[in-house]
């Protein structure tokens, strides 16, 4: 047996790698955000046009984690996982330097891939170390915990960098850190058994480039409204690839997307509920970060300071659905988190130009970050119910597939719904623009919460399962 499969696995160092090493692939997803403001004004972003520096990040995640997840059982799971470290790190590098528009995108498309690469990985290199039962569960509960409070944190982070020292300091921290993880995966990772196969190029393309196509269509429909050439074009040709997309995994020797996936409701459901969901969350954090220093007139620092109380509440949240789990449905949980999600939404998208930070913004997001809390792990357990262990990698990866591209289309289609407020004046707009956005957000949850009901809950009904253990 080869040297790294017979050498004694330090569990602790492989944990804290994955946690730390998947905590910085999710706090670029958000860290970027308390910073838009200076992006906007030293690159010269448009309105619409910013929304790419966080779409060509999620869009590549998104696009490319299907592909990845397969390609780590090919090619090692290790050995990938160090790659995407490595890739991610250098983009990373490319941001924090950026000057100019199309630079600052493509390397956030970049960072996207070097993410969509870590993230199957991780979870897989988690799961193939730690055994079945309780040691597994508390890996897999830190794990769902760093999941969820990734975001929220990032809007801490960002904005202490970005007052403080630049917003491009946020990237450069990614290269001690990288390098550091790179260096203790070489040392303490242990390389799995591959597996032979062939990779679904096709099929990872016509994902990527179809909805990407859907993205830009959404966008210029904000500035040159839906009848426009470019919308109508963009539109079409995503259309078609994303149907070119099915017909290819029903043909495809080993499809990156197993349609079969899609056959329970259990699972189904999820990923629908995961898309709506992070589509109105990305947009929550969107334009919240937007009002507090356009319209309160707070810095970076500040308002990623006003993100903290909802990162406590939400990490506080994720640690407890475990033991309520115990004695609680999953369902229960997941349609309490939705429903509560979308009572501090609905409040939050009420707001003035006059509304006072702690009753018009901080306890909405309180009650939004408990709801995130308790709604990610039974969300995620659903999308891999019932999953044989050749579906596991494809199961996961389209769980995270919906995760990612629902924040980049939800946050597409609620810029485009939101630049269709009054422009009356500056705070105004804001304002104008985030009570439009975030009432979309409110409506996006309660189609979210009318999918559990009516695709996830008949099946509950009909046939009790055992409560998954949570999972991120």
């Known amino acids: 047996m080869p040297e790294s499969f017979a050498r004694p696995v330090n569990r602790s160092a492989v944990l804290v790698i994955i946690l730390i090493s998947y905590f910085m692939i999710l706090l670029d997803n958000s860290i970027i955000f308390t910073g838009l403001p200076s992006i906007q004004r030293g690159l010269g972003f448009s309105a619409a046009g910013l929304t790419w520096v966080q779409d060509a990040y999620t869009l590549t995640f998104g696009g490319f984690l299907l ?5 780590g059982d090919i090619v090692g799971r290790r050995r990938l996982f160090i790659a995407g470290l490595v890739v991610f790190s250098a983009a990373s590098l490319l941001v924090g330097v950026a000057q100019a528009e199309w630079w600052m995108i493509a390397a956030r498309a970049l960072q996207g891939l070097g993410a969509a690469i870590v993230a199957p990985a991780s979870l897989s290199l988690l799961t193939a170390t730690f055994p ?5 569960n508390r890996a897999v509960a830190l794990y769902a915990a760093t999941a969820g409070i990734g975001a929220s944190l990032g809007m801490v982070i960002g904005g ?4 403080t020292i630049s917003w491009r300091a946020g990237f450069f921290i990614n290269l001690p850190i990288g390098a550091a993880m790179i260096v203790l995966a070489l040392r303490y990772l242990v390389e799995q058994p591959r597996v032979p196969g062939r990779f679904d190029v096709l099929g990872a393309l016509c994902s990527t480039i179809g909805v990407g ?24 040709i995503g259309a078609v690839l994303l149907i070119a997309l099915v017909l290819n995994e029903r043909r495809a020797p080993q499809p990156i997307m197993p ?3 899609f056959a329970d409701r259990h699972r189904s459901g999820a990923y629908a509920i995961r898309f709506l969901y992070l589509g109105a969350m990305m947009g929550f ?50 349609s309490v988190g939705i429903a509560t999600t979308l009572g501090g939404m609905l409040c939050l998208s009420l707001v003035h130009a006059d509304s006072a930070y702690g009753s018009a913004v901080a306890v909405p997001m ?14 995620t357990s659903y999308g891999i119910s019932g999953v044989g262990p050749d579906d596991a990698g494809a199961a996961s990866g389209l769980l995270n597939t919906c995760h990612q591209l629902g924040s980049s289309v939800g946050l597409a289609i ?13 705070a105004s707009q804001v304002v104008g623009r985030m009570n439009l956005a975030l009432t979309g957000s409110t409506v996006l949850l309660g189609v979210a919460l009318a999918v559990a009901f009516a695709v996830i809950l008949p099946r509950e009904l009909r046939r009790p399962v055992e409560r998954p253990t949570a999972r991120p």
Do not use: C, K, Y
Not at 228 to 233: G, I, K, N, Q, Y
Not at 414 to 421: Q, R, W, Y
């Open 67 to 71: 592909l990845a997840a397969r390609a």
């Open 132 to 136: 079945a039962g309780s040691e597994r």
């Open 160 to 163: 202490a960098f970005a007052e």
């Open 213 to 236: 196509a859907v993205i830009l269509g959404i966008i210029e429909s904000s500035e040159s409204g839906w009848d426009s050439p470019l919308t109508v074009a963009s539109l079409v």
């Open 259 to 261: 349609l079969r996936l």
């Open 285 to 334: 954090f969107f334009f919240t970060t937007q009002f507090l220093q356009n319209v309160l007139g707070w810095n970076p620092l500040q308002a990623g300071l006003g993100f903290l109380p909802m990162t406590i509440v939400n990490f506080v949240a994720a640690m407890a659905v475990p033991r309520l789990n115990r004695v609680v449905p999953s369902f229960v949980l997941l």
């Open 366 to 379: 309180l009650v939004i970050g408990f709801g995130q809390g308790l709604t990610f792990a039974p969300l």
């Open 414 to 426: 609620l810029v485009a719904v939101a630049v269709s407020a009054g422009t009356s004046d500056a």
